[in-house]
């Protein structure tokens, strides 16, 4: 049986990626935050990502690891740097090799972005360019990382059933458009572990037409 580490847990991803895992029958660690609620069908470990030993008793033992970590309204938190920086150091420490981490299609170089897309990532750089800087720092940790990683940059997610009609790839086109399901991100995940096909590369992953 696959066992998948799960940080961000939750979130409405974490959750998604929670229920898809055990609806194949897999077992789901956890780790959340004190102020946080897991959900359920998930062992959760309560802590913070400065207690290095708490962020690796969540990896220890696992087959792989989702990053799915990210800011929430009103965005006075930038952690999402730090916190991967702590999960690839326990990942290293306990020997877990396969990670992935969903960013966004926003965030970093994406030469495949329309040009109204690029121009909303501008606008957020702007708008909140202190979440902008830890988000490209997330990447750059993982990029220098030795470990067997997966960026996973999705553009507009929404609550929708899962359709089962999923484009992915590295140099994908990526529109005001765009989108994709949290259970069709969700099962694409899963679907990685299961069967690697972009290990250390930055994929777009969104809903085909």
């Given at each position: ?16 990626l ?5 609806g ?5 660690r956890?780790?959340?935050?004190i102020?946080?609620?897991?959900p ?16 690796r008793?969540?990896v ?24 991967t ?11 877990c ?12 170089a ?7 897309f ?10 909140r ?6 988000r490209e720092?997330?990447?750059a940790?993982?990029a ?12 507009r997610?929404?609550d ?13 086109p990526?529109?005001?458009?765009s989108?994709?399901?949290?259970a ?19 994929v ?6």
């Amino acid at each position: 049986m696959t066992t998948v580490a799960i940080f961000g847990v939750s979130g409405r991803t974490g959750y998604a990626l929670t229920a898809a895992a055990r609806g194949r029958g897999w077992t789901v660690r956890s780790f959340c935050r004190i102020s946080s609620v897991a959900p359920n069908g998930a062992a959760v470990i309560h802590g913070a990502f400065c207690d290095p030993e708490r962020v690796r008793a969540v990896v220890e033992g696992a087959d792989a690891v989702c990053c799915v970590v990210g800011p929430r309204a009103p965005y006075g938190e930038v952690f999402c740097a730090d916190a991967t920086r702590a999960i690839l150091a326990a990942m290293e420490a306990v020997g877990c090799r396969r990670l992935l981490c969903v960013t966004g299609a926003t965030t970093g170089a994406v030469p495949s972005r329309s040009r109204p897309f690029a121009w909303l990532g501008a606008w957020f750089r702007w708008r909140r360019p202190a979440i902008a800087r830890d988000r490209e720092a997330q990447e750059a940790a993982i990029a220098a990382s030795p470990l067997d990683w997966t960026i996973v940059k999705p553009p507009r997610l929404t609550d929708a059933s899962p359709s089962g009609r999923v484009a992915v790839g590295p140099a994908l086109p990526v529109g005001l458009g765009s989108s994709i399901s949290r259970a069709d991100l969700a099962n694409f995940l899963l679907d990685e572990i299961a069967e690697p096909r972009f290990v250390r590369q930055r994929v777009i992953v969104q809903r085909r037409s």
